[in-house]
């Protein structure tokens, strides 16, 4: 039977975590989910990560949910159980809010230069209309997955994906039994790391560039510390520079975040140049 949602499968080899510990949440009894299901949908669809992850357990991704890693503005990425033919020991699992229950980020410039191929579905998004806002999510879902899936195959330290559905994708974990690693917001980084990293996440800008992305979002709360590397995460409202207008300032921001993060260890750059290098340099492989 052909699989509901696209995966991406990448050798088990490189993957070294080990299993869980964690306090297990814990499944909703069928009563409850059939009492919501006729009051709440909405709700029932956030509430229980069991049934909207159910397809990666029955694809053998995962085995079980083990605890909520963190509830952002857009998502809730939960700690699962790796099946062990996967051999990975953890999963992440991120899980969209319906777009009745996220706060929006002001989606029209990050949306711009996306094309909808299907003339009817096109119309329906142009129109807001609710089958246009579904696709919309759905489209906005399968964006991040395949951004990451093209920028981890450019050999960018971003972290790996490997399946999506129409609300949820699995990536590596990062992280270990006792907790997920953290984001560099909360690291401080040693003196003599914090250059080379620096240096190695503008090469990651440059690949992202390069391969049509700009990231749109990046911060020191969207790159993880794990084991002394980066790994840049949160790809959905990535812009392509080649069809959106609004990407040489979101670059610019972008690239001002870094700066600043970065000045705090001596690690000086002017911003605006390095932003006006790193596009020109991309202009010219495009
Ligand atoms: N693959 C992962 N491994 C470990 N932790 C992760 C992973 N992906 C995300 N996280 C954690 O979950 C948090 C939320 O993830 P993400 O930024 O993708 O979602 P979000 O809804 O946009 O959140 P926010 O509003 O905080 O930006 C991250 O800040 C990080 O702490
Ligand atoms: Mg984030």
């Known amino acids: 039977m052909p699989r509901k949602h696209s995966v991406y499968d990448v050798g088990s080899s490189r993957f070294d975590d080990a299993g869980a510990t964690f306090e297990r949440i814990k499944a909703p009894r069928a009563s409850n989910a059939k009492a919501s299901a006729s009051t709440q949908p909405e709700e029932r669809e956030i509430d229980d990560p069991y049934e909207i992850l159910a397809p990666f357990i029955q694809d053998r991704w995962i085995s079980d949910i083990l605890h909520v890693v963190k509830s952002g503005k857009e998502a809730t990425v939960y700690c699962c159980r790796a099946h062990p033919d996967t051999e990975l020991g953890l999963i992440a699992a991120k899980v969209y809010r319906s777009r009745e229950n996220r706060s929006f980020k002001n989606d029209a410039i990050y949306q711009e230069g996306r094309v909808v191929p299907d003339k009817r579905l096109r119309r329906a998004v142009e129109h807001k209309t609710r089958i246009g806002r579904e696709v919309q999510f759905r489209l906005w879902i399968e964006h991040e997955f395949q951004t990451?899936?093209?920028?981890?195959?450019?050999?960018?330290?971003?972290?790996?994906?490997?399946?999506?559905?129409?609300?949820?994708?699995?990536?590596?974990?990062?992280?270990?039994?006792?907790?997920?690693?953290?984001?560099?917001?909360?690291?401080?980084?040693?003196?003599?790391?914090?250059?080379?990293?620096?240096?190695?996440?503008?090469?990651?800008?440059?690949?992202?560039?390069?391969?049509?992305?700009?990231?749109?979002?990046?911060?020191?709360?969207?790159?993880?510390?794990?084991?002394?590397?980066?790994?840049?995460?949160?790809?959905?409202?990535?812009?392509?520079?080649?069809?959106?207008?609004?990407?040489?300032?979101?670059?610019?921001r972008d690239i001002s975040n870094i700066c600043d993060y970065w000045a705090d260890y001596g690690v000086k750059r002017d911003p605006e140049r390095l932003s006006a290098e790193l596009w020109s340099r991309a202009v010219d492989f495009f």
């Open 148 to 252: 990451l899936r093209m920028l981890y195959g450019a050999g960018a330290q971003v972290a790996i994906p490997f399946a999506s559905s129409s609300n949820a994708m699995l990536l590596y974990y990062y992280g270990d039994q006792d907790a997920p690693a953290p984001t560099l917001s909360r690291v401080t980084l040693r003196p003599e790391e914090a250059r080379p990293l620096f240096e190695r996440l503008i090469k990651d800008i440059e690949i992202w560039l390069r391969h049509g992305r700009v990231h749109a979002d990046l911060s020191a709360f969207n790159i993880l510390y794990h084991r002394g590397r980066l790994v840049t995460i949160d790809f959905p409202q990535s812009v392509d520079p080649r069809f959106n207008n609004n990407a040489y300032a979101l670059l610019q």
